[in-house]
């Protein structure tokens, strides 16, 4: 078993999370904040946009089942890298996309992901290439959220589909309901 991280920012934290625990190989997703300059940030200031932080997942998974290259491919399929600080209804610096990488190999194979992606594109991919810094973990009851609350509207409307796209799109990668 060969664990890595990876840290992805694509939108509200709830739908990433939701998507990424649909995949074999996936150990945890913990929701968070990270790519800004408070430290210890909350839920409340982070919304608020001024501390400079995205919604992000961490995700711990095993690279012997499921590849990093694999989880980049999930990540920017199920939201859109074109749109500058939103996705659907979420709108502010928080929600931009963002790859956070924890090694060289991540960062060259963020890079050529997104350079490969803006070629499909109409509009420029903005997603945002940096070193993650810091990770902080969100408050408790923002993790497994859609799990916990499924009949959420917003569940419903927004993560919900993503779950539905992870499904379809990449029945090879998801994890057995055994």
């Known amino acids: 078993m060969a664990i890595e991280t990876a840290t992805f920012g694509g939108g509200c934290f709830w739908c990433t999370e939701a998507a990424m625990k649909e995949l074999a190989g996936v150990e945890s997703v913990t929701s968070g904040y990270a790519g800004g300059d408070t430290q210890n940030p909350t839920y409340r200031e982070v919304c608020s946009g001024t501390t400079g932080h995205a919604e992000v997942v961490q995700v711990e998974f095993d690279n012997d089942v499921v590849e990093y290259a694999e989880l980049l491919e999930v990540f920017f399929a199920t ?3 074109t749109q500058l600080n939103r996705q659907g209804p979420d ?7 963002i790859v956070l990488y924890h090694d060289d190999e991540q960062k060259r194979q ?3 992901y997104v350079d490969a992606l803006d070629a499909e594109y109409d509009d ?5 290439i940096e070193s993650l810094e810091k990770f902080w973990p969100a408050e408790e009851h923002h993790q497994d959220y859609f ?3 499924p009949k959420d509207a917003y569940c419903r409307m927004h993560a919900a589909p993503k779950v539905e796209t992870v499904r379809e799109k990449f029945e090879e990668l998801i994890r057995s309901a055994a």
């Not at 709108?91 to 996309?97: C, H, K, M, T």
């Not at 420029?124 to 945002?128: F, S, Y």
């Open 147 to 149: 799990e916990k609350n």
């Open 124 to 128: 420029e991919v903005v997603t945002e």
């Open 91 to 97: 709108v502010g610096s928080q929600y931009r996309s």
């Open 110 to 112: 963020a890079e050529a």
């Open 79 to 81: 939201h859109d890298p």
